[in-house]
Nanobody, 128 residues
Framework: QVQLVESGGGSVQAGGSLRLSCVASLYTYSNYMGWFRQAPGKEREGVAAISTGTGGTYYSDSVKGRFTISQDNAENTLYLQMDSLKPADTAMYYC??????????????????????WGQGTQVTVSS
């Protein structure tokens, strides 16, 4: 079973930056790793995802050009660099692992319901 621990959340002003980290046990067991977020009263949404094998990345339109997902396979760590933060980015951020014998997406690598293992989340708050 994959265990995930996020860190790096906090409070920043609009325009600022934060870097989230997620340490995962059995990192290479995952086909894909993703970052998701959920604001109060809203559905969880995909932010960014990465193939652990090829390094291919996927971003939601709302963060494209501002957020960067990356990984350090040797350190079993997933990152999310968040720049030009906006108040609309305020949410609990979760990392998740897609680990299956074959890859089949409901819609895309940003579909949260396809991911099996989840971290506990880290809060990001952006003030105007």
């Amino acid at each position: 079973q994959v265990q995930l621990v996020e860190s790096g959340g906090g409070s920043v002003q609009a325009g600022g930056s934060l870097r989230l980290s997620c340490v995962a046990s059995l990192y290479t067991y995952s086909n894909y790793m993703g970052w998701f977020r959920q604001a109060p009263g809203k559905e969880r949404e995909g932010v960014a995802a990465i193939s652990t094998g090829t390094g291919g990345t996927y971003y939601s339109d709302s963060v494209k050009g501002r957020f960067t997902i990356s990984q350090d396979n040797a350190e079993n760590t997933l990152y999310l660099q968040m720049d030009s933060l906006k108040p609309a980015d305020t949410a609990m951020y979760y990392c998740a692992s897609y680990a299956r014998s074959y890859v089949r997406w409901t819609l895309s690598p940003l579909t949260y319901s396809d991911y099996k293992y989840w971290g506990q989340g880290t809060q990001v708050t952006v003030s105007s």
